[in-house]
């Protein structure tokens, strides 16, 4: 499999050089250059480790398939608790696929436990002996998953980005008391857009670049936009829909609807890229938070960026470019000169505008709705209530969404992380007083649901804090050069 620029058809490169490049030398991302096309009724009966070897093989087709059995059987092990996929019934008709079962207990993990490995092995397919310094821009769950997964790998180093005062305490927490020599966190003044356009400017600084070089340093990322986080996230649609397939909750060929909370859009473009592999996926959902920019976008065909930041109670999708919209324009259209216009035109202007034929072929996978944060909470209370069901804002924005767009098809939502991350805004929901506190407040969820916080969760209260630097989004350039 060869990948290719979503902006230009130049430069094709092997699945190993798109997984250390992260970002193309032109600003895009990279696409692979087919759609393979999976054996549903070969792969039915695999265990999930089984089941991400084979869609991986598909996909990286220059690493060795005994490499890819044997790190896809090490990450979803131990590690997901025997969870990986997990799926349950909330009501008839009406599915939760928990990605939260990993070590940081986001959907991230499923990703970023197992791009490491890639990693490093794409280096060696490659001949490649340089450090890699990898730089993560996160609104929240990305930059614990990434820590964790890459601290302490030899030929490594991460440096992670975060908006100050725009994640969970939880999700600050497991950031900056991560522990490893190959680790820095910065938090930076402003909101995941601000950090996540520092990044990308970096990349594309050829200077940066030149400097590194001399150091025998190149630059990698983490971040959705890089191959290797978004290919491992196919699996667990196909995953999801074997499982309610063999409960006997949808007749085998027919159509599943996916909905996601979506922030960088890379989670449900992995749903989007199971369904033209062959996966019988109706309407994927794109489920937004007051931050409605992709609701907007796939109403109208205008995406503008210019308009009023939130910080919402679902801050990991508090995001206004979403980075992995990028890919769709490219695969509806296959025009990299178009969608490099766009892209331009968006840098330039804040918004650019897809024609109708471009915005209809989106519409035929893709439906939209957004929900606010007093919904989202009425949302955790009823389904605790009705189904004794415990959510966090991000999967009750999605569950909120997915009631607007039920079809005669089954709805999984996936939750997207443990409620846990975010005690305090769980606990009002259920119209309990909150403790200021969130270790107090995970406390008292417990107590008041009856569930279990994640031990990796409560353990962060006693956990040293060892990265307090707030930089302002200018001064990425220069943590990416330290």
Known sequence: ???????????????SEAIVRGLTPDGGLYVPGAFPQADLDAWKDLSYPELAAEVLKLYLTDYDPDFLERATKATYGDAFAGKAGFTRQVEPGLYALELWHGPTCAFKDYALQLMPKLLVEAKRNLNRTETTRILVATSGDTGKAALAGYAG????E????????????????????????????????GNFD????????VFADASVAEELAEREIRLSSANSINWGRLAPQIVYYFYAYFRLAEQGEVAWGDPVDFCVPTGNFGDILAGYYAKRMGLPVGKLVCASNRNNVLTDFINTGVYDKRRDFYKTTSPSMDILISSNLERLLYHVTE??????????????????????????????SFACGCASDEEAAA?????WTTDKYLCDPHTAVAFRVAQSALSDAPMVVLSTASPFKFPRD????????????????MEALSARTGCAAPESLAALENSLVRFT???????IRDAALR
């Open 1 to 15: 499999m060869q990948y290719q620029s979503t902006r230009s058809p130049d430069a094709v490169v092997s699945s």
């Open 153 to 156: 790998l030899p030929g490594i």
């Open 158 to 189: 991460i440096e992670v980005f975060y908006p100050n005062d725009g994640t969970s305490e939880i999700q600050r927490l497991q950031m900056v008391t991560q522990q490893g020599d190959n680790v820095a966190v910065y938090a930076v003044d």
């Open 194 to 201: 601000d950090a996540q356009t520092g990044v990308k400017r």
């Open 335 to 364: 025009d990299p000169a178009r969608v490099a216009a766009w892209m331009d035109e968006l840098n330039r202007t804040g918004v650019y505008r897809v024609d109708e034929e471009t915005l209809a072929r989106i519409r035929e």
């Open 379 to 383: 949302e955790i209370h009823a389904r």
């Open 426 to 441: 769980v606990l009002a929901a259920l119209g309990e007083a909150a403790p200021l506190e969130d270790f107090a407040a």
């Open 469 to 475: 630097e707030v930089i302002v989004p200018s001064a």
